[in-house]
C-alpha cells in the first residue's frame, strides 16, 4: 500500500510489533511500487512515432476484475503495457496514455498516485484534458489521426483503424486485434505542420520535437487545431516532414526501431556504409550473416506512401498481408525496383528476420513473457485487496 493507507497501517504495526517491524513489512512494498512505477513511466510518450497505442488511463486503472484489488491502481497501467510489449514482441514500445484532470483528485488513488499522475502531466508523458472532457472521444481522435491502435476493454463499432481488444489468457490477458471495419485512414495534413500552444508552460506543444521525434496530434473539435489540455488555438510552427516508425524483428522479437522521413532514406544491412544506416549485425549468427548483405533495403517516403527497394546481392522479398489475420503472400522484390508496402507488410531479407511497422504486429507475433516487463519489481499485494475476515 502506499499513500494514505502506507502511513495508516505503519501506525498500527509500530503500536502492536514496533518501528523495526513496520519498516521490514513496509519498506519494500513501497520501494517496489515506486520502481514498478518508474518503469511504467519510463514507457509513457506522447509521441505517435514510439508508441503501439493509445488508451483510457483511467479505464485501464480501474479495470478491477484484472486482479480484484483496490477501485484505482495506477500500477494495473503496467499490465496494459507488458500486455502491449507481447502482442508487439517489444520491450521498449511505448504507450499513449490520456486522462482528464479529474484523475488528480480521484481519492480512489493514493495520494501518492495522485503525485505521480501530477508529475507526469507537468512533464508531458501523458496528454491530461480540461475537467468534463470526453477522454474517450479524444483516444479515438488520436488513434485515427495518427494511425496508432486503440486498446480498450469495450468494441469500437466503426472506428476505421486498428483496434485492441483484452482477452482472457492463462496469467492474466492479452491484446488481441478486433475484426477491422476498414482500412487505417491516410496521415490528416494537420500532421503535416508542427504547432505550438500561446500558454508557455505548455508541456505538448510548448516546444518544437527534435528532428526525427513526432509531436501529439492537435485536437479539432470544429476542424482549427487546438490544444488539447489548454483549449487554446495552436499556432502553425511550420512544416513537419511525413515520418514513419519501423521496427527489425528478429525470430518475432523487436530488436531496434527507426524513423523513415520523407526528407532522408534509410538503409538496412548487416553494415551499411552510411553512417546514418541500420546495422544489424550483432544479431545474427552465421549463417544469416553471409546471408544478409552490408547494405541490403533501403527504405523511404514518398508521397505519403514507404517504399523499400532492394539493394543487395542476396535478395528479399515482401510478405503481403491484407489484414493483421490474413495469411502472408510472399512477394519477391526486382533489385533496385522501388515498391510501396501495405500497412500490414513486412519486409523478409532471411527466414525469420523482417521490418515492418513498429506499431503493427508481425503475422508470428509472439505471445510469451513481456520483453523488459514493467511489472517484474511490482509487489502483487499493491494490486490485490486483503482477504476478507473469516
Known amino acids: 500500500m502506499v499513500g494514505g493507507g502506507f502511513a495508516a497501517r505503519g501506525k498500527k504495526v509500530q503500536a502492536k510489533f514496533g518501528r523495526g517491524a513496520w519498516l521490514r513489512q513496509n519498506v519494500p512494498v513501497r520501494f517496489e511500487t515506486s520502481r514498478a512505477l518508474d518503469a511504467i513511466e519510463r514507457r509513457l510518450t506522447v509521441d505517435p512515432l514510439a508508441v503501439g497505442g493509445v488508451i483510457d488511463l483511467v479505464e485501464a486503472a480501474r479495470s478491477i476484475d ?14 496494459f503495457v507488458d500486455a502491449l510489449s507481447r502482442r508487439l514482441g517489444d520491450g521498449n514500445t511505448g504507450l499513449y496514455a490520456i486522462a482528464e484532470r479529474g484523475a488528480m483528485s480521484d481519492t480512489d488513488f493514493t495520494s501518492n498516485e495522485r503525485m505521480v499522475l ?35 476493454r469495450n468494441p469500437l463499432p466503426g472506428h476505421p483503424g486498428p483496434v485492441y481488444l483484452t482477452t482472457s489468457a492463462p496469467g492474466g490477458f492479452e491484446l488481441t486485434l478486433a475484426p477491422a471495419t476498414g482500412s487505417t485512414p491516410r496521415p490528416h495534413p494537420v500532421l503535416q505542420r508542427y504547432w505550438r500552444c500561446p500558454a508557455s508552460d505548455c508541456p505538448i506543444f510548448g516546444r518544437q520535437p527534435a528532428p526525427g521525434a513526432g509531436q501529439a496530434p492537435p485536437a479539432l473539435p470544429s476542424g482549427a487545431p487546438i490544444c488539447p489540455r489548454h483549449g487554446e488555438r495552436l499556432i502553425d510552427s511550420g512544416p513537419r516532414p511525413p515520418a514513419m516508425a519501423l521496427a527489425v524483428r528478429i525470430n518475432g522479437t523487436v530488436r531496434t526501431r527507426f524513423t523513415v522521413t520523407a526528407a532522408r532514406p534509410v538503409v538496412v544491412g548487416r553494415a551499411p556504409d552510411d553512417p546514418g544506416g541500420i546495422t544489424i549485425g550483432s544479431w545474427l549468427d552465421d549463417e544469416s550473416s553471409r546471408r544478409v548483405s552490408r547494405n541490403h533495403l533501403r527504405f523511404e517516403l514518398r508521397d505519403g506512401m514507404l517504399l523499400v527497394t532492394d539493394v543487395s546481392t542476396n535478395g528479399a522479398a515482401v510478405l503481403a498481408r491484407t489484414g493483421p489475420t490474413a495469411a502472408p503472400r510472399e512477394v519477391e522484390l526486382g533489385r533496385g525496383e522501388p515498391k510501396a508496402m501495405g500497412e500490414w507488410d513486412e519486409v523478409e531479407i532471411y527466414p525469420e528476420i523482417t521490418i515492418g511497422r513498429a506499431d503493427r504486429p508481425a503475422a508470428d507475433a509472439p505471445t510469451g513473457s513481456a520483453p523488459n516487463s514493467v511489472m517484474a519489481d511490482a509487489p502483487t499485494m499493491a494490486l490485490r485487496l486483503p482477504p476478507p475476515p473469516r
Open 66 to 79: 484484472l486482479d480484484g484489488g483496490r477501485p484505482a491502481a495506477l500500477l494495473r497501467l503496467g499490465l
Open 118 to 152: 501530477r508529475r507526469w502531466s507537468d512533464d508531458g508523458l501523458i496528454e491530461m484534458l480540461p475537467p468534463g472532457a470526453r477522454v474517450n472521444a479524444r483516444v479515438r481522435e488520436v488513434a485515427h489521426l495518427t494511425g496508432v491502435p486503440v486498446i480498450t
